[in-house]
């Protein structure tokens, strides 16, 4: 029995739809060039900022202005002025660690705003050390507290959009002082295509 031309045409678009319906995922390297770039705000724009927000922070020295060595840094509030819902600690967590690791600045997790630590049982052990030793020794408070803002601005000329996000972040000393601020801006343009969905 001979195949007819329909139940041809039946199998090779079963097996086109169904061969278009697959998923091909694969690694990339988060900051690399085959990764995807929108007007949002993603991952390679906190690893941009961050990147230059560590180096400008460790070229500064303001780090090294301190008695006991090396700096205690509290983190503070980190504004998100942005249209977009984002953990801010995919900025500040790639500074801490960067921190932590050149030796310059050591995080206290057991302080935070309205009392709130990040890590609430550290706290607990670090209370009840006080607590139960008999020499009341004075906690160490800390040396610096970063804060900062994420602004987005959006702007859109005819089919061309553009979104600007701009890094802000402060050093202060525990004398209310900003020793350290900088700032980063990471623009993203998109062109809508002319069909549209």
Not at 50 to 64: R, T, V
Not at 109 to 128: R, V
Not at 164 to 185: C, H, I, M, P, R
Request: charged content about 25%; proline content about 3%.
């Amino acid at each position: 029995m001979k195949p007819n031309i329909y139940s041809i045409l039946l199998t090779v678009s079963v097996l086109l739809i169904f061969g278009g319906c697959a998923t091909h995922t694969r690694y990339v390297e988060t900051t690399g060039p085959r990764t995807i770039v929108t007007t949002d705000i993603n991952i390679q724009d906190f690893s941009y900022a961050a990147e230059d927000m560590i180096k400008s922070l460790l070229a500064s020295g303001s780090l090294d202005k301190t008695q006991i060595q090396p700096a205690m840094l509290a983190i503070s509030r980190i504004v998100n002025n942005t249209t977009q819902q984002i953990d801010t600690d995919l900025l500040i967590k790639k500074i801490r660690v960067a921190l932590n690791q050149s030796g310059k600045a050591l995080t206290t997790t057991t302080m935070g705003i309205g009392g709130i630590a990040e890590d609430p049982l550290a706290q607990g052990i670090q209370q009840e050390k006080e607590f139960y030793t008999d020499k009341k020794e004075p906690q160490r408070l800390p040396d610096f507290t970063l804060s900062g803002k994420i602004i987005e601005k959006r702007d859109r000329q005819n089919e061309v959009r553009q979104a600007t996000y701009t890094f802000q972040l402060s050093l202060t000393n525990n004398d209310g002082l900003a020793v350290w601020e900088d700032e980063k801006e990471i623009s993203k343009q998109s062109k809508r295509g002319v069909i549209g969905w």
